[in-house]
């Protein structure tokens, strides 16, 4: 047994964090809690093992080092997430680079069995991703989303300038975010949710909106936080790494930058110039909703692996809110995250630190903070026809499913970033706009979530204007 020593930095100002120091770890990288426990912590170790830490012991959990290729360059065991029905299932998910084929990225399950998850237990969810020829530039970051579905971060393969040409390619699943629907005793395909991403070393989820942060290592010039929010939370955004490195015009050897997107690209809500020379590495973090954070409520975390100070930033004013938050960890890893809403700071010398405003937070079973996983929902937009007459009115038509207790949802229309109209659906779930083209248009629609299904967005579907239509 071991019992873990608890010691407390000071602060630079009244309305500054401080930190209380959980214990010190083998090569600690992240932290997460049970779902259903927050004061059940589990801390992730580089080199494959997974310990509990819990009333102040700290117990094996789990050890897949066999399996792991560590520790050259960025590879290791990377992160977990533990299905939100953990307590029921017992499943858990892991983001490791392998063995097998050294630098391969895996996300596989485990299965625990009463305190522990025995190796015998471990399989790939989906196929492994080729990830050979560097050993940098991983990615890392499990998260379950709002909709249940399990999204991945991946890095563009390692390299300068993205030279394997993978961050825009639409057939790599490298420089991404994917999103898995994991099946019991299956390999699943992921999906390409978002792209144009370099290094995507770590992303969370707004445990009160839902909304998408990224922190993206960036190369020379630029570090960046993106944002999309709920409840697109980024389905084909592209990011615009190499074309773009931050807002700044980027090494662009990707073929694909010679046609950018339709809808442009997904500049960042926040970026910085690097703090070191040849040193920086930004580590995303989580948008406060600890109660006990105070003034720092609502603010977004993050640090930089180089420099090691914790800073946070209004979403709503980003660069005009920035401040250091009066907490430096040496070697800032991660930020973690409990089922309660109350943030951690893993440094990759040892220390983990519990994150700690201007009062104690108590996490019981009244805590609000936590968002529900809700079910799976599906939207499609389809038109009457894809060529209008120029300055004539498209039919466009929106259908959600499942339709059971859907009939008040709310289905909007966008052009772009530009909403145009709200409907409410109809008897048979299905809802009709008919908007006006004057130029060549490309349209979603989304469906706000309710009490019991997720938000959803609709593919793309894109309406042009012609002179003459043929009869």
Not at 251 to 270: I, Q, R, W
Request: proline residues 7%.
């Amino acid at each position: 047994m071991l019992v873990l020593a608890i010691s407390a930095f000071a602060s630079s100002s009244a309305q500054a964090l401080t930190a209380q120091r959980i214990g010190s770890f083998q090569q600690p990288i992240y932290v997460t809690s049970a779902p259903a426990n927050p004061d059940r912590l589990f801390v992730v170790e580089r080199e494959g093992t997974i310990v509990v830490v819990e009333n102040g012991e700290v117990k094996p959990f789990a050890d897949i080092r066999s399996a792991v290729s560590c520790c050259t360059g960025e590879r290791g065991l990377l992160s977990i997430a533990l299905a939100p029905d953990f307590a029921q299932s017992n499943r858990l998910y892991l983001f490791y680079t392998g063995e097998k084929e050294p630098g391969e990225l895996h996300v596989a399950e485990m299965v625990a069995n009463g305190a522990t998850a025995p190796t015998s237990s471990l399989r790939d969810v989906i196929p492994p991703i080729p990830h050979k020829a560097n050993s940098n530039h991983n990615g890392g970051q499990l998260q379950f989303g709002r909709d249940g579905a399990l999204y991945a971060s991946t890095g563009d393969g390692g390299g300068k300038d993205d030279e394997l040409h993978n961050a825009q390619d639409p057939s790599s699943l490298l420089g991404k975010i994917l999103r898995i629907v994991p099946e019991p005793a299956a390999t699943v395909t992921p999906t390409i949710w978002s792209l144009g991403l370099r290094n995507p070393f770590r992303f969370s989820f707004d445990r009160q909106t839902g909304d998408l942060w990224i922190g993206d290592v960036g190369q020379d010039k630029r570090e960046e936080v993106d944002f999309a929010a709920a409840p697109a939370i980024g389905q084909n955004a592209n990011f615009g790494w190499n074309c773009f490195e931050g807002s700044l015009p980027g090494p662009a050897t990707d073929p694909e930058c010679s046609s950018p997107p339709l809808g442009g690209y997904v500049l960042p809500v926040f970026e910085y110039d690097n703090p070191e020379p040849g040193c920086a590495a930004i580590i995303g973090g989580y948008v406060a909703r600890d109660p006990g954070f105070g003034e720092a409520f609502g603010r977004y975390l993050y640090g930089d692996n180089c420099v090691g100070d914790v800073r946070s930033l209004s979403p709503t004013a980003p660069f005009a809110t920035d401040r250091y938050e009066g907490v430096h960890v040496d070697g800032l890893d991660s930020f973690g995250e409990d089922s309660c809403g109350r943030l951690y700071a893993v440094s990759r010398a040892g220390p983990l630190f519990r994150l700690l405003g201007s009062s104690t937070t108590t996490c019981g079973d009244s805590d609000t903070t936590t968002i529900p996983t809700l079910a799976a929902s599906h939207i499609d937009v389809r038109a009457a026809t894809r060529k209008v007459k120029r300055n004539r009115r498209a039919f466009i038509s929106a259908w959600v499913s499942p339709c059971n207790g859907r009939r008040s949802g709310q289905v909007t229309l966008w052009r772009g970033r530009r909403n145009l109209g709200t409907r409410r659906l109809d008897q048979v779930c299905s809802a009709r706009f008919r908007p006006r083209i004057g130029r060549r248009s490309s349209f979603r629609v989304t469906v706000k979530a309710d009490q019991t299904f997720a938000g959803a967005i609709s593919r793309r579907l894109t309406i042009r204007p012609v002179r003459h239509l043929k009869r």
